[in-house]
């Protein structure tokens, strides 16, 4: 979660595919959340990812892969900083 002053950017999620594992087929997830810091002209970009079941009679509780990461980056200005979270995230 970020802090609270900062106005936020985007936060979305996207499925990249099937990853198959002993307990069965699974779906590779990432995330992220932005936000701008007006005070210190700084983005912040959150990044995560989880495994979530791909079957419709299945528990759909998804799992954390521990794959949790933040960026901060000099942003030059608040209308800049979506174009830029973007960035991070398709990376």
Same mark, same amino acid.
């Given at each position: +979660?970020? /802090?609270?002053? +900062? ?12 990853? =198959? ?5 699974? =779906?590779?997830?990432?995330? &992220?959340?932005? *936000?701008?810091? =007006?005070? &210190? *002209?700084?983005?912040? !970009?959150?990044? *995560? ?8 009679? !299945?528990?759909?509780?998804? &799992? ?5 990461? +933040? ?6 200005? /608040?209308?800049?900083? /979506? =174009? ?8």
């Amino acid at each position: +979660m970020l /802090h609270q002053r +900062m106005k936020s950017i985007i936060d979305i999620s996207e499925a990249l595919g099937p990853v =198959e594992t002993p307990q069965g087929s699974l =779906e590779l997830c990432v995330t &992220a959340e932005a *936000g701008y810091d =007006e005070e &210190a *002209g700084r983005l912040v !970009v959150q990044l *995560g990812a989880f495994l979530r079941p791909t079957g419709l009679l !299945v528990n759909n509780t998804p &799992a954390p892969i521990g794959c949790r990461k +933040m960026r901060r980056s000099r942003s030059p200005s /608040h209308a800049k900083s /979506h =174009e830029v979270a973007r960035e991070i995230f398709q990376r």
